[in-house]
């Protein structure tokens, strides 16, 4: 008996332009051209390992300003579709050809897919996607968060559920790396990205085109079977699976595509992996990695506010006299105010160095945050607001701590106004930190 050869599938006119049009719209997006990427690519760091590669795999072209467009996706559509039509003007039909066009094009799209999804995963399967809430954030009323931060805020409050979303996208990305199971990824990355797609547009989030492009991806892949699951599925007819493949023994080097697809391993399934997992236990991609002061977090209650010498009681209406004070862990104290803040919008939230990370202030009212700078035996600090509508927000104080609840603050603004501020700290238990120590049982909480 002998064994029968797939036939290659005849390509209409149409299907061949769109064929190429669609590899070209593709390479046009996914080729980097621009040099802020090799900036990104030629200082990688082990500490910055997880931001850079993620910042690399999301990667889209920017022609019209300094953050990807619609208009660059519509002029890489139009380059497409003319580039189409003048590639397919230049070749005679060639069935051969264009199947293995289509294979590369596969190719591509499934090890491309796979990069992005290894790195999206392990940052949520080890919970360092969306970070822990800050005691800023704790304190601060919910409708002051903005939408995009309402969306990170839930998934960071819900550890469980990123995890279940990393695995899944873990998932995706091994089926991706074998042919015979890459369909079976793309039904799970299309209603999962189109999902993320639809959240970026409704909470107003950085990444919507990066969602997009995902889905984009997974259309050669899902296209090629589409017609095979519609017979099996709606017709309920018996389907073959499509075997044509490229015999790779054609080229010299075909019978080691293993070492690259073992390189792709190392690289995303491992040292992803690795990284991920040690940030996990010791630092985090969006808070400053900065020490403050030792011993000093907490919220602490404003309890004497002298401006210029005139002491200012409290007023729940008066704009200037700080209400309160949060120290964090790292160098970053936040003060409310009733006056109202000016936020600033992230145009994304994965930043390498402590001065760039905007997520703990972005997107946020109610609170004023400063980054500061300590003296070595800590007791001068200089505290500077980051956010870019605040520039001029400074103050150098000197620090003295009478006992492990009392802070006291004196100097000056950058005005030359001199202000002392007396601090006490209060006793305060978060649900979320209970929760984690005695469990949601315990403390009468059900799923």
């Known amino acids: 008996m002998t064994q029968r050869t797939p036939q290659i599938p005849l390509y209409a006119p149409w299907q061949r332009y769109t064929l190429r049009a669609g590899i070209l719209f593709i390479l046009f997006l996914s080729l980097p051209l621009q040099a802020d990427f090799y900036r990104t690519l030629f200082a990688i760091e082990w500490t910055y390992f997880?931001?850079?590669?993620?910042?690399?795999?999301v990667f889209l072209p920017h022609y019209f300003?300094?953050?990807?467009?619609?208009?660059d996706w519509l002029l890489g559509l139009g380059i497409a579709?003319?580039?189409?039509?003048?590639?397919?003007?230049?070749?005679?039909?060639?069935?051969?050809?264009?199947?293995?066009?289509?294979?590369?094009?596969?190719i591509f799209v499934r090890f491309r897919l796979a990069s992005?999804?290894?790195?999206?995963?392990f940052t949520k399967f080890f919970a360092i996607f969306a970070p822990e809430l800050s005691l800023s954030h704790l304190n601060t009323g919910y409708g002051y968060f903005e939408d995009w931060k309402h969306l990170y805020l839930s998934l960071s409050a819900a550890p469980a559920y990123?995890?279940?979303?990393?695995?899944?996208?873990?998932?995706?990305a091994v089926l991706l790396l074998f042919r015979r199971t890459s369909f079976l990824a793309t039904i799970i990355i299309i209603p999962f990205y189109g999902n993320v797609f639809l959240a970026d547009?409704?909470?107003?989030?950085?990444?919507?085109?990066?969602?997009?492009?995902?889905?984009?991806?997974?259309?050669?892949?899902?296209?090629?079977?589409?017609?095979?699951l519609s017979r099996l599925v709606i017709d309920l007819q018996a389907t073959v699976p499509e075997r044509w493949a490229f015999d790779w023994k054609q080229v010299g080097w075909g019978q080691w595509k293993w070492i690259p697809k073992l390189l792709?391993?190392?690289?995303?399934?491992?040292?992803?992996?690795?990284r991920s997992f040690d940030i996990s236990r010791t630092a985090s991609l969006y808070y400053p990695e900065e020490s403050g002061?030792?011993?000093?977090?907490?919220k602490y209650i404003v309890e004497s506010y002298v401006l210029n010498g005139n002491r200012i009681d409290f007023s729940p209406t008066h704009k200037s006299r700080w209400k309160d004070v949060v120290f964090e862990k790292w160098n970053t104290l936040s003060v409310r105010v009733n006056d109202s803040i000016q936020t600033t919008t992230s145009k994304g939230f994965l930043k390498r160095e402590d001065g760039k990370r905007d997520y703990e202030y972005a997107q946020v009212g109610d609170r004023l945050y400063y980054r500061y700078d300590t003296s070595s035996d800590q007791k001068q600090v200089i505290l500077q607001n980051p956010n870019p509508h605040y520039a001029n927000d400074r103050y150098t104080f000197s620090v003295t701590r009478p006992d492990s609840s009392r802070v006291a603050l004196r100097g000056k603004n950058a005005q030359g106004d001199s202000l002392f501020v007396e601090l006490r700290k209060t006793d305060k238990r978060y649900l979320l930190e209970e929760i984690k120590k005695e469990g949601r049982r315990k403390l009468g909480f059900t799923l």
């Open 50 to 57: 997880i931001t850079d590669v993620f910042n690399l795999l």
């Open 65 to 71: 300003g300094d953050e990807p467009q619609i208009y």
């Open 81 to 106: 579709l003319i580039g189409a039509l003048l590639w397919i003007k230049r070749e005679a039909p060639n069935v051969e050809r264009d199947a293995l066009y289509f294979y590369v094009l596969r």
């Open 116 to 121: 992005i999804l290894f790195v999206a995963g």
């Open 162 to 172: 990123l995890v279940f979303l990393g695995t899944v996208e873990l998932l995706a």
């Open 201 to 228: 547009i409704a909470y107003g989030g950085a990444y919507y085109l990066a969602s997009a492009y995902i889905v984009l991806l997974t259309l050669p892949i899902f296209l090629y079977d589409i017609g095979r």
């Open 264 to 274: 792709f391993v190392v690289l995303f399934g491992l040292l992803v992996g690795v």
């Open 293 to 298: 002061l030792s011993n000093i977090a907490g």
